[in-house]
Structures are given as C-alpha cells and as structure tokens.
C-alpha cells in the first residue's frame, strides 16, 4: 500500500535552512506536510497536488516554505528557510487519495512516521 518515509530532520540555527523529503510509494493524489510541537495540536504546514494543482501554505510560514515534488512522485521536499525557534516540532509527511483536499489532517489517508526540527536560539 501507499509508504511515506521523512528525512531531513536536524537542530539548526536560527535563520538557517533545512529541507526535508519525504520518500513515497504507491499511488497518491495530493501531499502534505503537517508538524506538531510539544503541548500542541497538529498544524498544516503546506500541501502540493501531484495533478500540478496550486500549491498551499500556512500563513505561519508563507515566504519561507515552499512544498515540491519530482517528476516520478516518489519524493516530496519540505524547503525551510529563515527558521524560527517557533517551527520547531515534529514534522509529518502526508499523502491522501481525493483529488481535492485542504488543511484538515482528517482529509489525509497515510502518514509518515515524523522527523524532528530543532530551531535553537
């Protein structure tokens, strides 16, 4: 069935970058990257249509995140620029079957495993 796998994950300073990829398996229509910080709910970050759709972001990190994907919709990134000591959580990769989805982590079917970001200051 459908396999999402994160990496990319590390403790970083703030204002630094960090891109994390998500390797997937099986047939998917939309990603999406969620993260949860300690004490918190888990909060949509950004999604991307493999259809080449418009992607969407959080207002939380819109200018500094941008979701892509390769050609052969087996890896998607998470680019992080201009961290802040607030993105730090635990960031999941998602992936869901509709062909429209939004912000709710409910509309997605399979979900990676996690990987953690540090921001320090």
């Known amino acids: 069935q459908v396999q999402l796998v994160e990496s990319g994950g590390g403790v970083v300073q703030t204002g630094d970058s960090l891109r994390l990829s998500c390797a997937v398996s099986?047939?998917?229509?939309?990603m999406g990257w969620f993260r949860q910080a300690p004490g918190k709910e888990r909060e949509f970050v950004a999604l991307?249509?493999?259809?080449?759709?418009?992607?969407y972001l959080a207002d939380s990190v819109k200018g500094r995140f941008t979701i892509s994907g390769d050609n052969a919709k087996t890896t998607v990134y998470l680019q992080m620029n201009y961290l802040k000591s607030e993105d730090t959580a635990v960031y999941y990769c998602?992936?869901?079957?509709?062909?429209?989805?939004?912000?709710?982590?409910?509309?997605?079917?399979?979900w990676g495993q996690g990987t953690q970001v540090t921001v320090s200051s």
């Open positions: 998602a992936a869901a079957e509709a062909l429209r989805v939004g912000v709710r982590a409910r509309d997605y079917d399979y």
């Open positions: 099986g047939r998917t229509n939309v």
């Open positions: 991307m249509p493999w259809s080449g759709g418009e992607t």
